[in-house]
């Protein structure tokens, strides 16, 4: 079964401290992985994704097959990173469909405090 | 234009009436996508369009109705809703190439209230 979980529904921290916002996915097959925010009355957009090893506004995430995990990380959080973020995954390519799947994962609340 | 736009924003409809959702997109995208949001909660995908085809429908009741008149429109056409079909209703658009690792561009969504 394709499933993306995301243990914690809420992560409090205070503005400093280092984040590890936890992804782990159930595929069969090689996935795409990706994380999306949605900051508070903003649209859901991409945050980074696996193929683009990019670090986005200071966060890393590293794709661990053995453990099937992609967990978002970053070493000093600030206020402005306060938002909900959702881990997802694409499955096989469909180059016929012309489109992907995406399938979320619940979702964590990320609470930076001054 | 790097965005994909809904109309409206807010829209209240009583359990009789007939509405419509708007989604555009100028980014050249092929592949079109109605998800919905209840609050707190990851988005559901509800619809896919490929090529102004349909490709998905997931199980969607028939009250919701989408259709792609061309490439960069999408629209969600709603008749006789339930109160529990209130949310953020999202669209969002991708390449259309089909790869695992396109990123899919979401719109601000619609937030319905039926009455």
């Known amino acids: 079964a394709q499933r993306v979980t995301q243990p914690e529904k809420l992560l409090s921290v205070f503005k400093g401290a280092p984040v590890e916002l936890k992804c782990n996915y159930s595929?069969?097959?090689?996935?795409?992985l990706f994380w999306y925010v949605q900051y508070s009355r903003q649209r859901l957009q991409l945050l980074l994704r696996h193929i683009s090893r990019e670090s986005i506004k200071g966060f890393t995430a590293d794709l661990n097959k053995g453990e099937t995990s992609f967990h978002l990380k970053k070493p000093f959080a600030q206020e402005e990173d306060s938002a909900m973020y959702y881990c997802a995954l694409s499955g096989k390519t469909v180059f016929s469909g012309g489109y992907n799947k995406l399938i979320f994962g619940a979702g964590t609340r990320l609470a930076v405090h001054p | 234009d790097t965005e994909v736009t809904q109309t409206p924003k807010h829209l209240v409809m009583g359990m009789t009436n007939k509405k419509s959702l708007k989604c555009e997109q100028h980014m050249g995208h092929r592949a079109m996508y109605w998800y919905k949001q209840k609050a707190k909660k990851p988005p559901e995908l509800m619809f896919v369009y490929s090529y102004e085809k349909l490709s998905i429908n997931e199980s969607v009741p028939s009250r919701f109705s989408p259709e792609c008149p061309n490439s960069s429109l999408l629209n969600l056409h709603l008749h006789a809703l339930q109160p529990e079909d209130s949310a953020l209703y999202l669209c969002?658009?991708?390449?259309?190439?089909?790869?695992?690792?396109?990123?899919?561009?979401f719109g601000p969504g619609t937030r319905l209230t039926v009455l």
């Open positions: 969002a658009s991708s390449p259309g190439q089909g790869l695992n690792t396109d990123t899919q561009y």
């Open positions: 595929y069969s097959g090689s996935p795409e």
